[in-house]
Every structure is written in structure tokens, then in C-alpha cells.
């Protein structure tokens, strides 16, 4: 089974600057997850999707984050514009349908450097 | 809000000792912990989980035990490896959203 899938590894922009992010979940799980991950700490739901609905996004900086999920499968979360303190990783994750006691999975996650 | 406290940060201990992680939790109703393992730039693993009804689980040299009175549960690993040096996390399930809150991490290393 492929695991979750995200683009690109590594990015590195200057501050008040866009950036984008890709993620590809496991086929056929329902639920996808955004995290962001300061060094040294655990990583912190931004927003979590149900197929193309968001579930829960009260931890999303929307005056500069977005996120979409349009076809219930990829998703991609938005910088704009990027602040030095938003440096972090960015895991995506995905679950079978969000239901009580499901695993998540991770993707490899990525590394934002805003300078 | 709701939060999940981990100890220690940090933890060294010589190859084939038992390594003990502990996490704290905060919402009472929480129901479904699991750990994760993530070494160096790359991506978190689950490693063991363990679920409200359960006061303990093993699989092969890792445990966890859950104690809901007191609204902790603990990592173990015996015989630990080098290969076990890793950051390791404690999550809770926040009852109701199928949210996770993660602790904040335990380096472990092992030392040959």
C-alpha cells in the first residue's frame, strides 16, 4: 500500500512571499490532516478535511493560510504571505473515514525556511 | 484547552536497558492514545496504540500501559537498540472530533 504523498521536501522563500503545498493521501481514506511541526515540538492540527468538507479548521491562521480539498483525494495548503515564524515542517495526514480509535499516517512532510 | 504533557524531553540510556516515556493527558473523556516514532527528517510512524478500555498492550519490546484514573499512560521499551534512537511522541484522541493533541516529544538515544 503507497503511503501519503507530499510536495516538494523542502522549500525555502522570504518572507511576504506565496507558497504552496501538495499532498496526496492513502487511496481511499476519507479523512486528511494538515499539520504544522515547530522544531523541537509535536506537531499541531492546522486543519482536517472529511472527503471535500473541512471538518475542523479553528486552528488555521486564515488571515494567511488556506487550504482546499476539492475532489475528496489531493489537497494542497496555502502561504500567503509566508511570515518568518511560519518556518516548520508541514506533515499531511490521512485516516480511513475519521472515525474514534483510527491510526493516522503520515506523509514525509515539508520543510519550510522563510527568511 | 485541552493539553497533553510529556516527560522526559530528553532520554539516554546504554543499549539493552529499558527506555519509559510518560504522557499526561488533560480531557478525561479522551479515548484512543498512540505513539509515534520519528526519526531524523522523516516522518512520524505509529508504533503502538492503545485504546480506553485496554489497561495494557505489548508487542514484542515495546509496551504501553494506560492508566485513565489518573489520566496517564506510558511507553516502554526493553532491550533497546540503537536503532530505537528516534524522537518519540504521546498523542490523545480529543473525544468527539477524531482530533489528535500531541505531546511534545522525547528524544530517546541509545547508546552502543
Known amino acids: 500500500e503507497a503511503g501519503v504523498a507530499q510536495s516538494p521536501r523542502y522549500k525555502i522563500i522570504e518572507k511576504r512571499q506565496s507558497v504552496a503545498f501538495w499532498c496526496n493521501p492513502i487511496s481511499g481514506h476519507a479523512t486528511l490532516y494538515w499539520y504544522q511541526q515547530i522544531l523541537g515540538q509535536g506537531p499541531k492540527l492546522l486543519i482536517q478535511?472529511?472527503?471535500?468538507?473541512?471538518?475542523?479548521d479553528s486552528q488555521l491562521p486564515k488571515d494567511r493560510f488556506s487550504a482546499e480539498r476539492l475532489k475528496g483525494v489531493d489537497s494542497t495548503l496555502k502561504i500567503q504571505p509566508a511570515k518568518l515564524e511560519d518556518s516548520a515542517v508541514y506533515l499531511c495526514?490521512?485516516?480511513?473515514?475519521?472515525?474514534?480509535?483510527?491510526?493516522?499516517?503520515f506523509g514525509p512532510g515539508t520543510r519550510l525556511l522563510v527568511l | 484547552g485541552e493539553n497533553v504533557e510529556q516527560h522526559p524531553s530528553t532520554l539516554s540510556v546504554q543499549e539493552g536497558d529499558s527506555a519509559v516515556i510518560k504522557c499526561t493527558y488533560s480531557d478525561s473523556a479522551s479515548n484512543y492514545f498512540p505513539w509515534y516514532k520519528q526519526e531524523l527528517g522523516k516522518r512520524p510512524q505509529l508504533i503502538i496504540d492503545i485504546r480506553s478500555n485496554v489497561g495494557e498492550k505489548k508487542d514484542q519490546r515495546i509496551a504501553v500501559t494506560l492508566n485513565k484514573t489518573a489520566k496517564h499512560f506510558s511507553l516502554h521499551i526493553t532491550e533497546t537498540q540503537p536503532e530505537d534512537s528516534a524522537v518519540y511522541f504521546c498523542?490523545?484522541?480529543?473525544?468527539?472530533?477524531?482530533?489528535?493533541?500531541f505531546g511534545t516529544g522525547t528524544r530517546l538515544k541509545v547508546l552502543a
Open positions: 498523542a490523545a484522541e480529543l473525544s468527539g472530533t477524531y482530533k489528535y493533541i
Open positions: 478535511f472529511q472527503n471535500n468538507g473541512v471538518v475542523d
Open positions: 495526514a490521512s485516516s480511513l473515514d475519521g472515525a474514534n480509535f483510527e491510526s493516522q499516517y
